[in-house]
Structures are given as C-alpha cells and as structure tokens.
C-alpha cells in the first residue's frame, strides 16, 4: 500500500527531511505562520521547532494538549534554571532568545509556593486598579498621543500610536515620576526594537530600580506601591523583577494586542459595514492572531512520555497559543459559540494576571482612536504590510493610516476650567534633571 505523500514545508523552511527542525523566525515565518502551523500539524500534537539558530525546542500545537501541559504543575515546571540545553552549554550566550527564556526570579519562572506568593501579590494589587479611572488614563493618553497627528490627516497607527499607548497608561499605573518614565519608556522600547537591547535593559532595571526606592519612601495609589504593601512582603530584589516583568511583558502583549485589532477592523469589511464591534474584533484577533503566539516555556522534572512523545528531564516545551487557537479541534467550539474558549491568555496557574485590565485598557483606546477619527483607513494593500520577525509575538512594523485631519484635543488642564491632575515628582531623589522625553512632555500637555 503506497505511503501517503509527506506535506511540504512552506516557502523558506529548510526542514525538508522527516524529522527536521522548523525555524520560527527570520521574515518566511513572520509573513504566513499560519503556513508553518499547518505544516507542523503533521507531526502530531508536539513538533521539532528552532526558535533561533541553535536553540531548539518542541511546540505544542494541539489545543489539548496545550492544556494538558499547562495544567499539569507536577510534571511540567516553569524554573528556567532546569533547562538542560543551556546548563549544558549549547545555548549562545548571546542568541536572541535568550532575554525571554533565561532564569529571572519573578513569578513566571517559579513553581509551588514560591510562584503562589508572588503570583498572589500581582493579583491583589491588579485587582485595586478601578475600572473607571483607568479608563479616563487611557482616554487622556489616547488624545495627547492623537493630539501629535491629528492635524497631519495620517499617522502609523503603530509607531505613533499602539506601540505608546501602553508605555504612557503603564507609567501612570505603576506611578512612575516624569525621569523614571522617560527611562522605563526608552529601555522597554528599546529592548523590543532591537536597538542597543543591552543598555536598554539596563537603563530599564535601573529606572525600575528608582521607582522602588522611591516608592519605599513615598507610597502612592498606585501598582508599585500596592504591591510592595502586601503582605507577601516582597524584598526590593523581587519587587525590580515582578515590575520588569510586568512592564516589558505587558507592554509588548499590549501594543501587539492593540495594533492586531486595529489591522483586523480596518482591514475587514464586517467591522466597518456594521459598526460597533470593537469587542468582537478583539475576540477574533485573539482567536486568530494573538499578541504572544508561542512562549509558556516548560520543562520536564523527569523523563516522561507525553502526548506520545518521550522527553528527557529539562527539554525546553513552548505553548503554541496561535496553532492551538486556530487547530481543526477547536472549529466547531468557536463556531458553537464559546467565543472566549481560546489560549491567547495561556490557562492554567500561569495564565495571565492582568489579562482584564489589559483588554479593558486596549477596548478603549481602539474606541477612542475611532471616535476621534471615524474615516480612519490604511494606505496600503494589506499584503505589503510586513510583520515583525521572532518566535514569540505577532505584531505589525508600521500601520500606515489617513483620516481627515482634525485639530488637536486641548489638555485636561483647560478642559470646562478644571484643575489640571497633579503631576508627579519630576525627578527621583538623588537624580539631576535631564532633557525631558516622552512622558515628561505628556505631563507638561497635562497642564495646558
């Protein structure tokens, strides 16, 4: 009986012999994933991947089984330090991935009580954030950032818009003074661009570094200060490394959350034709092109065999959110209406702790974006769009945009004689005053 013939990889993928390591990264994958997926279902619920040259892992693509492994703490932990491929010397100590999957003593990479504590932390402290003043943050951000092109008549939707939006909403969260987020804006932003990664890392640790300090001595309402006041008592070691955490991985889930949506509304006629639908295109972006696409990292305690497939203690397994999401099985659970059923927040006791506030933040300022400039479209043919190259997350370079030009929101400061927000501290103690960046020049709008 003949063989039935081996799929073929897609354009790019040099995994043309039964058993090869498909890469995802480099532009082939960023351009169609939805190709690799396809091609990787192949091989069953778990599949040989590379996520840098040299850095290999298994990707669990079936939804579940993705479920299975997220939910099974005993078998599978988080603890990056059991990974036998870089205990072992076979990870470059520079490869790229390395940032997001290296050991950090935060709650992503703790098992037991240790993640119980930490985890708990974060919880209570997202759970204080009131709904109602997060949206007028995120109102007031959304118009100072629309206020820089509003009169232009265009705008990248993601450079001037979605990749700002959250930094600026996150500083005021987590109550940063003007010169730490000046610092936390360049070194997040930094550190996904790509450019000078390192500094900016470090300029990051160092402005979140400030921010506790301060925060010790002058608590405010804010995230920072709700979590350093918890009763898990967190040291200032710990305190850096869940806000690092939390502010650069919220921050790129957030902005590729944001622009995904943004591209799926004005890129479907649906949306446009029946308005009112912001929160369905959100829905089906995270069922269709999630922020994070494939991380969740885990590692065997011991040699098991799972989903039919044996792995040794210490294997690096990723969570692939996106395959799993749009996998035959899951077609007639979306189609019958469990519309929220998808992976996109992971699952688990280490699903995401902040995912409402997140959508609620993104919610409004996609709504405001729109208010603002209703006749708002893209430029450019969808296919010329060109996506972002890496394992981890899915998100647009540019969203190039036009709209009628309208003049610019005033500052809350002169809105019907209010009295402007107080701003915070300009600079943290001990610090001279340097040129004023970002988020600096929206608490100076503030006032106007």
Known sequence: MDQPT?????????????????????????????????????????????????????LVTDYATALQLLQDSGTFRKDARRWRDLNEGRIAPDSPVL????????????????????????????????????????????????????????????????????????????????????????????????????????????????????????PGDDVTSWLMQHHAGLSDEEMVHQLSLLLGAGAEALVNLIGNTLHRILTHDRYAHEGGLIEEAMDDTLWENPPMTNYAPHYPVSDVEFAGQKFAAGDLLLISFAAANTGPALSAARKAGSNRAHLAWSAGPHACPSKDPARHIAVTAIENLLNRLPDVEITVPEDSLTWRPGPFSRGLVTLPARFTPVAPAIGPGRQNGAQAQAAPEPVAPGRRPEQAGVWSKFLTWLTR
């Open 99 to 218: 940032p997001l999957l290296a050991y950090r003593p935060n709650c992503m990479f703790t098992d037991g009580a240790d993640h119980l504590r930490l985890r708990q932390a974060i919880t209570d402290s997202f759970a204080r954030v009131d709904s109602l003043r997060l949206s007028h943050s995120t109102e007031r951000i959304s118009d100072f950032l629309i206020a820089q092109f509003s009169e232009r008549g265009s705008a990248d939707l993601i450079g001037n818009y979605a990749r700002q939006l959250p930094l600026f909403v996150f500083n005021e969260l987590f109550g940063c003074t003007a010169d730490i987020g000046d610092r936390v804006f360049f070194g997040i932003s930094g550190m996904f661009d790509g450019v000078n990664a390192e500094k900016a890392t470090e300029v990051l640790f160092q402005a979140v570094g400030e921010l506790v300090a301060l925060k010790r001595q002058r």
């Open 6 to 58: 081996a799929p073929v990889p897609p354009p790019g993928c040099p995994a043309h012999q039964p058993g090869g390591r498909v890469p995802l990264y480099g532009p082939e994958f960023a351009a169609d994933p939805e190709a690799y997926y396809s091609y990787l279902r192949h091989h069953g619920p778990t599949a040989p991947v590379e996520l840098a040259p040299g850095v290999d892992a298994t």
